[in-house]
């Protein structure tokens, strides 16, 4: 059985974690109503306080989990401060998560032209509308921005902003959860080893 048709009673056998991911990311996208890339992302700010919220997935591979965000937020300050993150991803029908923890690096400039390329025309214009993270006198004060900068970049390609990237958290270890009967559920961790590979550890629930 190859680890892409890995069922939840199997995935205990996958050898890396990549594929199973892709795997139950496929999964998910087959079931979840809204976002099967919807992933919280928790980081801690200078006070040692830690944050979670919302982000999307917008790519991963062997290197990594890769999300785009406004860098002057404040999920941006505080991944910036420290170059650390964990994201978990929860996907209720599947009654199936991973959560990934590790250092975090920005993605290359080609990268994030290209994903921002790719964006609807009001995304683009909202990148550089909002200040995110950041008061808001009023809703009239977020439109007329978005107005000012539709105006701006009314003909043309809308180039993106420099405040504007991309993060990539290369995972130190991944791990796998699948809900159990009588709370006995399944569990297992990745962990990169020294030679780069991956250590596989199953967990009691």
Request: proline share 5%.
């Amino acid at each position: 059985m190859s680890e892409t048709e890995l069922t939840s009673g199997d995935f205990t056998e996958a050898a890396e974690p990549f594929r199973l991911f892709a795997a139950w990311l496929d999964d998910a996208t087959k079931s979840e109503i809204n976002d099967p890339n919807g992933v919280a992302l928790a980081t801690v700010d200078a006070e040692g306080m830690p944050n979670v919220r919302m982000v999307l997935l917008k790519g991963f591979d062997e290197s990594g989990f890769v999300f785009y965000t406004n860098f002057e937020s404040a999920k941006s300050r505080e991944i910036l401060g420290s170059m650390k993150a964990a994201m978990c991803f929860h996907w209720k029908s599947l009654r199936r998560q991973v959560r990934v923890r590790g250092p975090v690096e920005i993605v290359t400039e080609a990268e994030a032209d290209a994903y921002y390329a790719t964006r609807p025309r009001g995304s683009r214009i909202g990148a550089w509308a909002s200040k995110q993270s950041r008061p808001l006198e009023s809703r009239f004060a977020l439109e007329k921005a978005v107005a000012e900068y539709t105006a701006r970049y009314a003909i043309g390609e809308i180039p993106r902003p420099k405040h504007w990237s991309g993060f990539r958290i290369v995972p130190q270890t991944i791990e796998f959860w699948h809900d159990r009967p009588f709370r006995l559920h399944d569990r297992v961790v990745f962990s990169r080893n020294a030679n780069g590979g991956w250590d596989k550890t199953r967990l009691y629930p």
